[in-house]
Nanobody, 125 residues
C-alpha cells in the first residue's frame, strides 16, 4: 500500500513558477513508477509527466515539454514537478499517481492504482 499527498499548489501569475511535491508513505515507494496528471473543470484527467522508479526515464505531455520537469528523491519518498513559464491553460487540479507495474502506457490514468487527493494550481493572466 502506498499513500500519496500532493502539496505546493497555489495561485501564480502567467510566466511564474511552482514546484509540486508528492510525498509517499511506504518503504517500497522507490520501486514505484509515478505520474503527474491534471484535471481542469469540465475536462477529462490528462497526463502531464512520468518518471520511472529509478528516475532514469521520464516523459512529458507535449503541452508541457520544455517547461515542466519531473524528478524524484527516493531517500525522501518524494516526487517533484517543477513548473516554469506557467500559462493560464495550466490551471487545473494536479494529481500524482503511482504503481509498480507501469510499462509503456504510462500516460493512461488507469495504469495507476494509487492516487493523491490533488492540489489546485491556478494561473492568472
Amino acid at each position: 500500500q502506498v499513500q500519496l499527498v500532493e502539496s505546493g499548489g497555489g495561485l501564480v501569475q502567467a510566466g511564474g513558477s511552482l514546484r509540486l511535491s508528492c510525498a509517499a508513505s511506504g518503504r517500497t515507494f522507490s520501486r514505484y513508477a509515478t505520474g503527474w496528471f491534471r484535471q481542469a473543470p469540465g475536462k477529462e484527467r490528462e497526463f502531464v509527466a512520468y518518471i520511472n522508479w529509478s528516475g532514469g526515464r521520464t516523459d512529458y505531455a507535449d503541452s508541457v515539454k520544455g517547461r515542466f520537469t519531473i524528478s524524484r528523491d527516493n531517500a525522501k519518498n518524494t516526487v517533484y514537478l517543477q513548473m516554469n513559464s506557467l500559462k493560464p491553460e495550466d490551471t487545473a487540479v494536479y494529481y500524482c499517481a503511482a504503481d509498480l507495474g507501469v510499462v509503456g502506457t504510462w500516460y493512461l490514468p488507469n495504469e495507476y492504482d494509487y492516487w493523491g487527493q490533488g492540489t489546485q494550481v491556478t494561473v492568472s493572466s
